[in-house]
Antibody
Framework: EVQLVQSGAEILPPGESLKISCKAS????????IAWVRQKPGKGLEWVGV????????KYSPSFQGQVTVSADNSISTAYLQWSALKASDTAIYYC??????????????WGQGTLVTVSS | QSVLTQPPSVSGAPGQRVTISCTGS?????????VHWYKQLPGTAPKLLIY???NRPSGVPDRFSGSKSGTSASLAITGLQAADEADYYC????????????FGGGTKLTVL
């Protein structure tokens, strides 16, 4: 059974760094893209970026390029999303998700449970 | 503002048919990129309803169908049920300006 299990909720002040995780199981981690999707409170879905663990290729939405970093550790089948300096506008739920096909824009058939990141002083 | 445009809300009575539109451009849906549809209930992760324009994952009832024409796509739901009340999102790819996956702004379906 495919599962994506994300790290727990975080509450941090502005300016802090953060790295959230997404542990995958039930499939060959290096064979599928892993994406990150943001959802601000009461708002819609936004594509953040994606990584192919097989060769570490990453792609970012223009809105998030330079703002976050997507990475993966194949030895523990875990993907990460990190910030070097959080802003209040980063407050949101972040989902990791696995596109079903061979392209990064394939439909997403598996989602993590979401990680709530709250940035507040 | 989303690259893919959806109506903010649609509604229908139980048993009726509703459609949700998703309008893109010549660099997204019009360029032939696949469209996918998701259903999201409050407090939960999205669920894939339709992939690659008109394919249903296993377990999704055939009351849900997708279509695409030109720069737009549509999700149709027949035999509307109370359990269909949710937010619905379309997703595709836009090759301009630098290429990225894009979502629609979402549509709230209310079952009257």
């Amino acid at each position: 059974e495919v599962q994506l299990v994300q790290s727990g909720a975080e509450i941090l002040p502005p300016g802090e760094s953060l790295k959230i995780s997404c542990k995958a199981s039930g499939y060959i981690f290096t064979n599928y893209w892993i994406a990150w999707v943001r959802q601000k409170p009461g708002k819609g879905l936004e594509w953040v970026g994606v990584i192919y663990p097989g060769d570490s290729e990453t792609k970012y939405s223009p809105s998030f390029q330079g703002q976050v970093t997507v990475s993966a550790d194949n030895s523990i089948s875990t993907a990460y999303l990190q910030w070097s300096a959080l802003k209040a506008s980063d407050t949101a739920i972040y989902y990791c998700a696995r596109p079903r096909g061979g392209s990064s824009w394939s439909g997403i058939d598996y989602w993590g449970q979401g990680t709530l990141v709250t940035v507040s002083s | 503002q989303s690259v893919l445009t959806q109506p903010p809300s649609v509604s229908g009575a139980p048993g009726q048919r509703v459609t949700i539109s998703c309008t893109g451009s010549s660099s997204s849906i019009g360029a032939g990129y696949d469209v996918h549809w998701y259903k999201q209930l409050p407090g939960t992760a999205p669920k894939l309803l339709i992939y690659d324009d008109n394919n249903r994952p296993s377990g999704v009832p055939d009351r849900f169908s997708g279509s695409k024409s030109g720069t737009s796509a549509s999700l149709a739901i027949t035999g509307l049920q109370a359990a269909d009340e949710a937010d619905y999102y379309c997703q595709s790819y836009d090759r301009s300006p630098s290429g990225s996956v894009v979502f629609g702004g979402g549509t709230k379906l209310t079952v009257l």
